[in-house]
């Protein structure tokens, strides 16, 4: 694939939003005044994986929702095409950078983009301050960690998004000393990766108990391609590995992008998109599996869009986790909705 999308990735299914298809299923807001901070989403300018932009985004952020601020998230999108192979994701940041400024001009009331994960190898060593400050800089002020996927996808799974990362890169020796540098400078790390990866994810978090870790999309249980009959094993495994991982202290689990094709919901190829009573009913034993484990001062909510867009909508999702947590207490639901991010990302 081309530096615009991931060239560690690959894609076995074309992406393709049908807006048409999502409108079909309207909900009256779910707790309309609750302020929410998005933790994860994406931008892609033509040619990206899933062309999204700052008015896709807003018309998202502004359907219903209190959406007052937002994460961009890392997707290798608009790299410098030329130059030293680990400057290039700075193209990245310079493409959202810009579209952040405009959010914070907006007079309007749509969410600002206020903080950038992005992305560059952290098996630099010592070399991770430089680049920090370059991502610093560059952002404007904005960069607060960096995501560099253990994502390692395993021959013949049958999924869409097929990562092909290093493998064992949780336990490189560089990658450690650049883990251990980015979590000196103040930073946080981010990791999408499988289920089966979790593991990994523990034990990098035990090597590096000075840096912040964020797990990404409930740590992505899969239920397509050789895993479609096995849900209910993979569901008992999980739920082993996610306690494993809240163990470690520094830890901080998102709670979103299981809308993803490859974790096997169906949602993404039915005459009719889910509605939030059965996004309820399909996810509320992952999420709160989670949320027992971190509690809420260690859990964020996230949307994961455009890429969790192919199978829902965005008022369907946030009516959906409002639903997941109705009972807990107004402070918990503060917390996971925004507390945890405003800490954590330093908002």
């Known amino acids: 694939m081309a530096d615009e999308t991931n060239e560690n990735l690959k894609v076995n299914n074309p992406f393709a939003v049908n807006p048409a298809w999502l409108e079909q299923v309207k909900e009256e807001i779910v707790d309309p005044q609750r302020v929410i901070i998005d933790t994860h989403h994406h931008l892609w300018s033509a040619g990206g994986l899933i062309e999204y932009s700052l008015d896709d985004l807003w018309a998202d952020t502004g359907s219903g929702h209190n959406v007052v601020k937002t994460v961009f998230m890392e997707c290798h999108a608009n790299y410098h095409q030329e130059g030293p192979k680990h400057l290039r994701s700075l193209g990245e940041v310079e493409f959202v950078t810009e579209i952040a400024d405009r959010t914070a001009k907006n007079n309007g009331g749509q969410a600002q983009i206020a903080a950038l994960v992005t992305s560059f190898d952290l098996r630099q060593g010592e070399g991770v301050e430089d680049l920090v400050h370059r991502h610093e800089e560059t952002s404007k002020g904005r960069f607060r960690g960096i995501r560099q996927a253990l994502a390692s996808a395993r021959p013949d799974e049958g999924i869409m998004l097929a990562a092909m990362g290093p493998k064992d890169l949780y336990k ?8 251990k540098v980015l979590g000196k400078m103040g930073h946080s790390y981010d990791s999408w990766h499988y289920h089966y990866q979790n593991p990994e994810f523990a034990a990098l978090a035990r090597s590096v108990p000075e ?35 809240a163990k470690s202290e520094n830890t901080i689990a998102k709670l979103g992008g299981f809308a993803m094709p490859d974790n096997g919901m169906g949602w993404n190829g039915r005459n009719l998109p889910p509605t939030s009573d059965e996004f309820l009913d399909a996810q509320a034993a992952y999420y709160l599996h989670v949320i027992e484990c971190f509690t809420p001062d260690r859990c964020m909510f996230e949307s994961n869009f455009p890429v969790d867009k192919l199978s829902l909508s965005y008022p369907v999702f946030w009516n959906g986790v409002k639903k997941i947590v109705k009972d807990f207490s107004e402070h918990e639901k503060d917390a996971m909705f925004s507390g945890t991010a405003a800490r954590v990302y330093r908002l």
């Open 211 to 245: 840096t912040t870790m964020i797990l990404d999309h409930l740590g992505t249980p899969l239920g397509v391609g050789i895993y479609a009959d096995k849900r209910e094993e993979v569901f008992q495994q999980w739920k082993k590995d996610i306690a494993e991982i």
């Open 172 to 179: 490189d020796p560089d990658f450690i000393r650049g883990m």
